[in-house]
């Protein structure tokens, strides 16, 4: 490891996680690295019934938080990718907004459709699902709040009107939910 930038570990409670750290700081201590105190947190993840021991980082406490962000997404003590989805649902509507505006200020004419639905690709989807793939314990309604963001950005580029259903605009548009 020529360079590190960051460290996750994960592990049970108790004497496992007591052992991980110590294999961490022991690691960094022979490479004559420092981590700091401050960007360093214990999450613990699912029930507080399990006793959970105060880790260490170059002597110090590290310190528990209840949720972080790692790598765009937010690691929280629920366990779920909940806290993630509602940060992308507002990213989202901020990235649609301004795809409606770029699309609404330029004269496109008749290129306003297809010229909306590229920049739906290439900001939207890609700032919204950016790492996607990673994020488990989906729920039907975590699914529906991103969905609900991206019939928006279409009404807007398409100016369909509130009660244009939702099949019309997927299928009018060519895109998929």
Same mark, same amino acid.
């Given at each position: 490891?020529? *360079? ?9 409670? +108790? ?15 022979? @490479?004559?690295? *420092? ?25 110090e406490k ?6 972080? *962000? ?11 990718c909940h ?7 507002? @990213? ?8 409606? #505006? ?5 004269? !496109? +004419? ?6 909306? !639905? ?12 950016f790492n ?15 969905? *609900? ?10 100016? %369909?009107? #509130? @009660?244009?259903?939702? %099949?019309?605009?997927? !299928?009018?548009? +060519?895109?998929?939910?």
């Amino acid at each position: 490891l020529g *360079k590190i930038d960051d460290i996750l570990a994960v592990s049970e409670c +108790g004497t496992k996680s007591v052992k991980t750290n110590a294999t961490i700081n022991s690691f960094i201590d022979s @490479k004559k690295l *420092k981590l700091s105190e401050k960007k360093c947190k214990q999450i613990h993840i699912g029930d507080k019934q399990f006793f959970c021991p105060n880790l260490k980082i170059d002597n110090e406490k590290m310190e528990k938080s209840n949720s972080e *962000k790692y790598l765009g997404d937010i690691v929280s003590s629920c366990g779920t990718c909940h806290p993630t989805v509602n940060e992308r649902h507002a @990213k989202g509507f901020g990235k649609a907004n301004e795809i409606i #505006s770029i699309i609404d200020e330029i004269p !496109l +004419g008749h290129h306003r459709i297809p010229t909306g !639905l590229k920049l739906r690709e290439a900001m939207f989807c890609n700032g919204i699902l950016f790492n996607s793939e990673v994020w488990h314990g989906m729920k039907e309604y975590d699914i529906e709040e991103l969905e *609900k963001v991206d019939e928006y950005l279409l009404r807007g580029i398409m100016k %369909a009107h #509130s @009660k244009t259903s939702r %099949a019309a605009l997927y !299928l009018e548009s +060519g895109c998929v939910p």
